[in-house]
């Protein structure tokens, strides 16, 4: 059975959506898509269902706002770093890194097993926002290496961005990471590791290796 949280806790109209979709994102993460049914999170919750479909329609509407709400923070906290005015590219590249393998490693390989067996059109939405933002993230960053000397200059951003993109899908594919039996955390510090090396003018242990 599913861990119970305070059911006593009651859901004001006001901050009913937000409560559920807190909740539910844990099991969702924890437990996986097929884990998380209505029954399982009105448990949870401690209320009816009736409940919450006042607040969403379907379990798909409320996954589909998790993996909404996922995509817009981590995208808005990677902005954030490579915006910051007082660090240069190997900070930013180190802090990008650092946020980005949690970050991937919570969407687990069940889950987007999952999601692409049960629910295509939300795994379908995850992959459209990781075509979209990887590349335009991985461009900008390149671009400040390069101009700060830390990236080769031959080294093509946009080509770079895309490469990294399907490398990242392919990798962590469940297919995949059940052939190399590799977690999604080693596999992108494995990824990362071989991709800095050959890009990095003068490849540097603090970036390749010890902060991933």
């Known amino acids: ?45 401690g209320v009816s269902k009736k409940t919450i479909y006042r607040c969403f329609e379907s379990k798909d509407a409320i996954v589909h706002a998790i993996i909404n709400d996922y995509v817009k923070h981590t995208r808005g906290n990677i902005d954030a770093i490579i915006n910051a005015k007082d660090s240069d590219f190997t900070q930013k590249l180190n802090a990008v890194i650092q946020f980005i393998i949690p970050r991937i490693s919570e969407i687990n390989p069940v889950l987007l097993r999952e999601l692409q067996r049960y629910a295509p059109d939300i795994h379908r939405y995850l992959d459209d926002m990781r075509k979209k933002n990887i590349p335009e993230i991985w461009s900008r960053l390149l671009r400040i290496g390069i101009e700060q000397k830390m990236i080769r200059p031959e080294i093509d951003p946009d080509f770079t961005a895309q490469f990294i993109l399907q490398a990242m899908r392919g990798m962590i594919e469940p297919e995949t990471l059940a052939k190399t039996k590799l977690s999604i955390h080693e596999t992108i510090h494995k990824a990362f590791v071989l991709l800095l090396n050959g890009i990095l ?3 540097r242990p603090s970036i390749a290796n010890k902060t991933i």
Not at 11 to 36: E, H, M, P, Q
């Open 201 to 203: 003018i003068h490849p």
């Open 1 to 45: 059975m599913l861990p119970p949280e305070n059911r006593s806790s009651k859901i004001s109209s006001k901050d009913a959506a937000g409560r559920i979709i807190t909740v539910a994102s844990r099991l969702l993460f924890s437990y996986g898509y097929n884990a998380l049914t209505m029954d399982a999170l009105a448990h949870e919750l």
